[in-house]
């Protein structure tokens, strides 16, 4: 009996040791900045890169026609000096053929046919000091001197130097880039062409505030 009881003890010790360390709830915490900077970005040409008129004759029939380099030139004005990065979207997300992290979408002919697909870069950088393009794929967290390849969706672009010993966005006032774009029609045996069809890429360069 006595040995019954003492099991029976230790049993229910345990089970008290046990609820003290398994809490019933958990926190949430919301931080956040708002900052009274604020940047300006403008494109050239209302933002426009026109491809103008393409003969289906000039189209490849099995491989994807390149239309060659477009370049415009996109400005950055800030109310005061301001470390920030531009992270791209594209608007079109669904309709690039082929798709992946570099290709942005030029739209669908009869609402399933991928008309093709453009690829962007951010060349040439000229700020209030002498900067450096970066690339970050932690949202800013790290950064490292860009390879000079095509835009990466899942990437945000900065603009600095290593001064602090790291790389990582200088704080500017001004900034301005030239947006390289390179368009591909889809295989002309893939598509629709009996009618006009107009190119229909749409991207967003967002400003993130870092």
Same mark, same amino acid.
């Given at each position: ?39 300006? %970005? ?6 426009? /890169? $026109? ?12 491989? =994807?026609?390149?239309?060659? %380099? ?8 800030? $109310?005061? +000096?301001?470390?920030?990065? #531009?992270?791209? #979207? !594209?608007?079109?997300? $669904?309709? +690039? ?21 453009? $690829? ?13 393009? *970066? ?30 010993? /790291?790389?990582? %966005?200088? =704080?500017?006032?001004?900034?301005? *880039?030239?947006?390289? /774009?390179?368009?591909? #029609? ?6 629709? *062409?009996? !009618? ?13 505030? *870092?």
């Amino acid at each position: 009996m006595t040995k019954h009881l003492s099991l029976l003890t230790a049993a229910l010790l345990l089970t008290g040791a046990s609820s003290a360390f398994a809490a019933s709830q958990t926190d949430l915490t919301v931080t956040g900045t708002i900052t009274p900077v604020a940047c300006t %970005p403008s494109l050239a040409n209302s933002g426009i /890169v $026109n491809y103008t008129k393409i003969s289906v004759k000039d189209l490849n029939l099995t491989t =994807a026609t390149d239309l060659g %380099p477009e370049t415009i030139q996109l400005t950055l004005n800030c $109310n005061e +000096s301001a470390r920030f990065a #531009i992270r791209t #979207i !594209d608007n079109q997300e $669904n309709a +690039s053929a082929p798709s992946s992290d570099i290709t942005f979408g030029l739209g669908l002919i009869n609402g399933t046919e991928k008309l093709g697909y453009y $690829n962007l870069r951010l060349q040439n950088p000229v700020a209030d000091v002498p900067v450096t393009r *970066l690339e970050s794929n932690d949202k800013g967290a790290t950064w490292r001197v860009s390879g000079g390849g095509l835009v990466r969706k899942t990437q945000w672009m900065g603009f600095g130097n290593q001064t602090a010993g /790291v790389w990582a %966005p200088d =704080a500017l006032k001004n900034l301005s *880039l030239d947006v390289w /774009v390179n368009a591909f #029609i889809a295989r002309a045996d893939s598509l629709t *062409l009996t !009618d006009e069809v107009k190119l229909n890429g749409a991207a967003t360069l967002q400003i993130e505030y *870092l």
